[in-house]
């Protein structure tokens, strides 16, 4: 059973940057692809950025350009560096991976941008 923990959300400035990390344990040689989703006060989770095993990337549009994604296969982490943040990109931001059997998410991290 994999177990997810993030970290690095908090409160930053219009303009500012974060960076999320995500470890994963308990069965992480089986994971394929992770990344991170977030949700919005009513809104629906959505997709921000995945990453293959591989290193192969998919961006949301709304982040394009300004979040990176990376992984260390090594570390079995998964990075999100988010730079000129927005007051819309406001959620809680959920770390994903997922195996050849099921996905599995963390419990999320607020990030807050101030106007």
């Known amino acids: 059973q994999v177990q997810l923990v993030e970290s690095g959300g908090g409160l930053v400035q219009a303009g500012g940057s974060l960076r999320l990390s995500c470890v994963a344990s308990?069965?992480?040689?089986?994971?394929?692809?992770m990344g991170w989703y977030r949700q919005a006060p009513g809104k629906q989770r959505e997709l921000v950025a995945t990453?293959?095993?591989?290193?192969?990337?998919n961006y949301a549009d709304s982040v394009k350009g300004r979040f990176t994604i990376s992984r260390d296969n090594a570390k079995n982490t998964v990075y999100l560096q988010m730079n000129s943040l927005k007051p819309e990109d406001t959620a809680v931001y959920y770390c994903?991976?997922?195996?050849?059997?099921?996905?599995?998410w963390g419990q999320g991290t607020q990030v807050t941008v101030a106007a």
């Open positions: 994903y991976a997922s195996d050849i059997i099921r996905n599995y």
């Open positions: 308990g069965g992480s040689s089986s994971i394929r692809a």
């Open positions: 990453i293959t095993s591989g290193g192969r990337p």
